[in-house]
């Protein structure tokens, strides 16, 4: 009879402690994505191109991709094997605006809209800050990609020319 009951309190705090180290082990992995196939620098990036592996959470690094949404219509910074997990700064938005290209700039102000043309200076996709130069003043200006060719001016001069003094 005391064996019986030995036995039966040793199952009874076993049992949930062996299960607790299943669970345990089980939430330790986790879901990434990576790409199906090697992706060439520059290359934008398409749902088909991705797949999901799942890894040891212990020896993940951080910023790792877990959603094909983050990574899905970026651009790839550089040659993305294929099974490697993929980080955030691995892809970037595809480049819509090129670093000496002539683009129109926007300028707003409430009831009013100038445009005028530039020159862009660093390159950018949609959403990124570059800096365009106004070929009238050869001022630097702040402004923010909207779509191919067309910036919107933040209104923040970087610098102006130094201009000297005639004698």
Do not use: H
Not at 34 to 60: F, H, Q
Not at 73 to 81: D, I, Y
Not at 102 to 122: C, I, L
Not at 124 to 133: K, R, Y
């Amino acid at each position: 009879m005391m064996r019986k009951l030995i036995l039966t309190l040793t199952l009874c705090f076993a049992l949930p402690t062996a299960l607790l180290a299943a669970t345990s082990a089980f939430a330790a992995t986790v879901r990434i994505v990576v790409p199906a196939r090697d992706i060439a620098r520059g290359d934008v990036i398409g749902e088909s191109d991705l797949t999901y592996v799942t890894v040891d959470g212990n020896a993940l690094m951080s910023g790792v991709a877990t959603s094909m949404d983050e990574i899905k219509g970026m651009q790839a910074r550089r040659v993305l094997g294929a099974g490697q997990p993929l980080r955030g700064t691995d892809v970037r938005r595809p480049i819509v605006v090129s670093k000496g290209q002539v683009v129109t700039m926007v300028f707003s102000a409430p009831g009013v809209e100038v445009t005028a043309t530039g020159r862009a200076m660093t390159e950018g996709g949609v959403g990124d800050t570059v800096t365009v130069q106004n070929p009238a003043s050869y001022r630097m200006i702040s402004a923010t990609v909207t779509a191919p060719g067309t910036v919107r001016a933040d209104g923040g001069v970087i610098s102006s020319p130094t201009r000297t003094a005639s004698r």
